[in-house]
Nanobody, 124 residues
């Protein structure tokens, strides 16, 4: 049974920072790419960032490029999302996901396991 558990969300003022963590179990963590998605109220879930198995390649949505950094520690079975210069429009529930072997890394269909999400709220 694959489990993904996010943590680190909270309330922060605009311009502040948060670091999200996602602890994985039930699957060989280092064998799969990982991603972060977010869903704001009334909006569809959208891609935020992804990282390949070894961490050698990372991908970002244009809206977060230069502000967010995805990383992973395969020894700890954990993926991180460092979020700096946060904006009110970053407010959303953030989900981590484990990629399937064949799907597109920047789409929901590319992932087959999801965490329960962690709320990030950025006040203006």
């Amino acid at each position: 049974q694959v489990q993904l558990v996010e943590s680190g969300g909270g309330l922060v003022q605009a311009g502040g920072s948060l670091r999200l963590s996602c602890a994985a179990s039930g699957r060989t963590f280092s064998s799969y790419a990982m991603g972060w998605f977010r869903q704001a109220p009334g909006k569809e879930r959208e891609f935020v960032a992804a990282i390949r198995r070894s961490g050698s390649n990372t991908y970002y949505a244009d809206s977060v490029k230069g502000r967010f950094t995805i990383s992973r520690d395969n020894a700890k079975n954990t993926v991180y999302l460092q979020m700096n210069s946060l904006k009110p429009e970053d407010t959303a529930v953030y989900y981590c996901a484990s990629k399937n072997p064949i799907g597109n890394i920047a789409t929901m269909k590319g992932y087959d396991y999801w965490g329960q999400g962690t709320q990030v709220t950025v006040s203006s």
